[in-house]
């Protein structure tokens, strides 16, 4: 596995654990420094440390530290005003340090105890702390995607130290916290998108595949009834239902040609890669493995890697199945041009039952003729499609479609 796949696994076990209530001072004692180690290995740094804003005392203390000799190393001439004159959320490299961002000798202080990259958490308009870690134990620099990395890690720590600090003062507005942890899930979206945007890239067919098959499941749970929590899981199972190809080779994902049968068993690896990558992840909703594990599952038992069948099959995976698989047909492959609606509709139809479990394509025609007669506001299916077919006609065979599921 490549050093950049580790690291992006890396920030989003750490963001998922940190989704976590922070219920009592050990809870958040024993984050902080889980927190702490991962940066550490992920930045390849021996020491490190993370301080906090104590607002009744308006000093910074330290909230973990490993590797440093004496743990009053603190401040080095430090204070919250120095802090508060860095770049927001800006990670300040000691070595190379920026002509008056610190003063020399706190700067001076800081190369002495052997920080290599100080990094200030802000959360609004509020720097509440800040990170210090040792330069890379490989003598290399760290690079822009290290900085990059760490800019959106330190976003995170801050949210979790400024909820610590809510816990502690109970009589804070119950609508910070609702704030912050909308912020959370935002950056803990936005690093889910990202990582998927970088798997999808490598196959030079399916850009946005992921994004495209996460709001099509997600349009199916909703027509379902499933509760937002589960919709949730869905929406993240889309998105890494495919990281697994990130290690299937480039040339088998991009062959225009048959496959030969080592090249479509490589391929057919995917899912079982991409479970046992996502299983080293704690997320917070349920099944969202064994969905991307078997979501080249069939209702008949010709699927893949379990040969799984009817109710044997989860029903995120069912989802998934029916998402991607529309996803593909509606999308130009190296193998074959795309379908049109109609022609995907069709294909729908002919696999019920084989392929597809009945109830989730009833399912996603019902939400498709909502979006076609416009009854929903916000169309997950639509814009993703080409728009030269005939409503009448795709009309027409999603009623009849719908008629017959119904029966």
């Given at each position: 596995m490549s050093l950049e796949l580790k690291k992006a696994l890396?920030?989003?076990?750490?963001?998922?654990d940190l989704s976590q209530e922070i219920n009592s001072e050990e809870n958040f004692q024993t984050k902080i420094r889980s927190v702490l180690y991962v940066l550490m290995g992920t930045f390849l740094a021996n020491k490190g440390?993370?301080?906090r804003h104590d607002r009744g005392t308006g000093q910074l203390v330290l909230a973990a530290h490993k590797g440093f000799d004496d743990p009053a190393f603190p401040v080095l001439g430090i204070n919250l005003g120095n802090m508060l004159t860095l770049a927001r959320n800006e990670p300040y490299h000691i070595p190379e340090g920026r002509q008056g961002t610190l003063p020399h000798e706190a700067a001076e202080g800081l190369r002495k105890a052997g920080v290599g990259l100080l990094i200030p958490l802000w959360v609004r308009d509020e720097c509440i702390g800040g990170i210090l870690l040792s330069g890379k134990f490989t003598a290399e620099p760290y690079s822009r995607e290290d900085l990059e990395i760490m800019k959106v890690v330190a976003n995170q720590i801050a949210i979790t130290i400024n909820n610590h600090s809510l816990f502690l003062n109970l009589g804070e507005q119950l609508e910070k916290n609702r704030q912050l942890y909308e912020e959370m899930r935002r950056i803990y979206h936005d690093t889910i998108q990202a990582f998927a945007a970088a798997i999808d890239a490598k196959d030079a067919y399916t850009k946005n595949h992921s994004q495209r098959v996460a709001r099509y499941a997600v349009a199916i749970a909703r027509e379902l009834g499933w509760n937002e929590s589960d919709?949730?899981?869905?929406?993240?199972?889309?998105?890494?239902?495919?990281?697994?190809?990130?290690?299937?080779?480039?040339?088998?994902?991009n062959k225009k040609d048959a496959l030969t049968?080592?090249?479509?068993?490589?391929l057919r690896r995917h899912p079982v890669l991409s479970s046992d990558i996502i299983s080293k992840i704690k997320f917070p909703w349920k099944d969202v493995?064994?969905?991307?594990r078997h979501h080249h599952e069939k209702m008949d038992g010709t699927g893949y890697p379990g040969a799984l069948s009817g109710e044997d099959i989860s029903e995120g995976a069912k989802v998934l199945t029916l998402a991607d698989s529309f996803d593909a047909m509606t999308t130009d492959?190296?193998?074959?041009?795309k379908k049109g609606l109609k022609e995907a509709l069709e294909e729908l139809k002919n696999c019920l039952g084989t392929h597809f479990d009945s109830k989730m394509v009833a399912a996603f025609c019902r939400v498709l003729e909502k979006e076609i007669s416009g009854k929903l506001p916000e169309p997950n299916i639509l814009p993703h499609l080409d728009k030269d077919f005939d409503l009448s006609i795709i009309t027409g065979l999603l009623e009849a479609l719908i008629a017959e599921l119904s029966e």
């Open positions: 890396y920030h989003i076990s750490s963001l998922a440390a993370i301080f919709v949730e899981g869905i929406y993240i199972a889309g998105f890494l239902h495919d990281v697994g190809k990130i290690v299937v080779s480039s040339a088998v994902l049968e080592d090249e479509l068993q490589e493995v064994k969905n991307i492959r190296p193998y074959r041009t």
